[in-house]
């Protein structure tokens, strides 16, 4: 089993920035890939930026050059940089652990770009 916990989640304008991370817990040697996704109100939860136990990233088309993942794995923590925020990033946003044959997810943390 493998425990999320997000923080960092808030109110900004746009433009502005923020930082999200997650503290992951349990059996964390299992996990492959990390991840965050959001979701916004009425769509679809969708991949934001991953980033591999080797440290490769990937990330959305929309978020490429203002959002950066990164981790530290001596604190068991993912983050997401969030840069040049805009209205349409608002949603919730989790954290994702993928292990083998499992994934795991966070509780959410709403992000809310607005002006």
């Known amino acids: 089993q493998v425990q999320l916990v997000e923080s960092g989640g808030g109110l900004v304008q746009p433009g502005g920035s923020l930082k999200l991370s997650c503290v992951a817990s349990?059996?964390?040697?299992?996990?492959?890939?990390l991840g965050w996704y959001r979701q916004a109100p009425g769509k679809e939860r969708e991949l934001v930026a991953s980033?591999?136990?080797?440290?490769?990233?990937a990330y959305a088309d929309s978020v490429k050059g203002r959002f950066t993942i990164s981790r530290d794995n001596a604190k068991n923590t993912v983050y997401l940089q969030m840069n040049s925020l805009k209205p349409e990033d608002t949603a919730v946003y989790y954290c994702n652990a993928a292990t083998t044959d499992n994934e795991y997810w966070g509780q959410g943390t709403q992000v809310t770009v607005s002006s």
């Open positions: 980033i591999t136990r080797l440290a490769k990233t």
């Open positions: 349990g059996s964390i040697f299992k996990i492959n890939v």
